[in-house]
């Protein structure tokens, strides 16, 4: 794989000098500049060990090392300065030598720069491939496909038994509209490590995946990120211990919407328990209110989103007295989201799939078959919205795939 060796100087000398004690591969490019010349042609020199004379040039050094950020780069001097030395590490220089350096280390250092080189030129064709298949965001380090991610990694986490948390984060219905998604992203990459996987859930909602972590580091990181974004988010958490996706996200989910409902309560002075209390009646016509501002709404929105983008498969509703029920029918399958009220102080989400047997047409039903119990003041467009798009995406990857 070619790579570049960049030779930087205002003295021809050092070109000179330095030109005989470097190791080449067939395929590497030797270049020489002067330090006037770099600003103009950084977009040109990417994937390249940098080599600078840094004698009697110790300002025009430092503000280059700012501009090479995470590039390998060797600092040169004739003569040992201890105070310069300490600064250019401090900027994360890869090396730094002098005249009196020994040959044999010096070439092993532009043979391992190049070795990163390389190993940065790879990364970022990797890098490319992901975007291109919409498996990565474009400008920042985001994974669009948390499922396949989180099955990898809980994969990892569970065979080196390993700690681990996960969060689900989002700004609540107001603040959403007042935040752009690339500005979470950043704030939230540059106060992690680079092993901690951030992935896109849906618009301004995330999941992000801290290894090697329990929960007091994470509410440390927590705290540092809601410091630094400008409006008012909120996060869910959860130890990893061996759970499956499923069990995670829901669990982070729930977590996420139960830290939203507090501050919107908190702020309102709505006592929760108020919509659980009293007699059955008016229970009742509290989750017929519900039915009809909450669930409704969403389930036509939800409806009206997928209905024409799942192949061979329909969307339905239906709203009764007292429930409200989504249906996803193929040909060979059908996916049932009833949510009901059966007592005064749970509202209950029936999940269940029933596939027809490809040859006599009976009904088997799925061992996937789940219930979700919340409480009243739980159960917002926030939460809802996400249940039925992890509904909707089970129902297409476990049933639709082979069924319709």
Do not use: C
Request: net charge negative; no cysteine; glycine share 4%.
């Amino acid at each position: 794989m070619q790579s570049r060796i960049i030779l930087i100087s205002d003295d021809s000398n050092f070109f000179d000098y330095v030109s005989p004690r470097l190791t080449f591969r067939k395929s590497d490019e030797l270049y020489r500049f002067n330090f006037s010349e770099i600003p103009e042609r950084l977009h040109a020199v990417e994937y390249s060990l940098f080599i600078i004379n840094a004698e009697n040039k110790h300002e025009n050094t430092l503000q280059l090392l700012e501009m090479l950020e995470n590039q390998p780069v060797i600092v040169f001097e004739f003569n040992e300065d201890e105070e310069f030395k300490l600064k250019v590490y401090q900027r994360g220089v890869y090396a730094y030598m002098t005249l009196f350096t020994p040959e044999s280390e010096f070439e092993a250092k532009v043979v391992s720069g190049l070795n990163i080189v390389s190993s940065f030129e790879k990364a970022n064709r990797y890098r490319e491939i992901l975007v291109k298949n919409n498996l990565l965001t474009q400008n920042n380090e985001v994974f669009l496909d948390y499922k396949s991610i989180l099955d990898r990694e809980l994969a990892k986490i569970n065979e080196e038994s390993s700690s681990a948390v996960l969060a689900a984060i989002s700004p609540n219905e107001k603040t959403k509209f007042l935040l752009q998604s690339n500005q979470i992203e950043t704030i939230i990459l540059n106060n992690v490590r680079k092993n901690d996987l951030l992935m896109n859930y849906a618009a301004n909602k995330y999941f992000l995946l801290l290894r090697d972590a329990n929960m007091d580091f994470a509410q440390k990181i927590w705290e540092k990120i809601t410091k630094l974004v400008p409006e008012k988010i909120y996060a869910g958490f959860a130890n990893v211990n061996s759970k499956s996706r499923e069990q995670l996200v829901n669990e982070v989910l729930n977590k996420l919407h139960e830290s939203i409902n507090r501050d919107y309560f908190s702020v309102s002075q709505v006592e929760p328990a108020k919509v659980v209390t009293g007699n059955f009646k008016f229970y009742r016509q509290e989750f017929n209110k519900k039915l009809e501002q909450t669930i409704t709404p969403v389930f036509y929105l939800v409806q009206q989103k997928y209905n024409e983008k799942l192949y061979g498969v329909t969307i339905e509703q239906t709203i009764g007295e007292g429930s409200g029920n989504l249906s996803i029918k193929g040909k060979y399958a059908i996916g049932t989201f009833k949510i009901t009220s059966p007592g005064l102080s749970k509202i209950n989400i029936d999940i269940t799939y029933q596939k027809n047997s490809l040859t006599d047409g009976e009904k088997v039903q799925f061992p996937q078959a789940k219930r979700i119990s919340l409480e009243p003041e739980e159960l917002e467009e926030g939460l809802l919205e996400d249940l039925l798009q992890q509904f909707i995406a089970e129902f297409k990857q476990e049933v639709s795939n082979d069924y319709t």
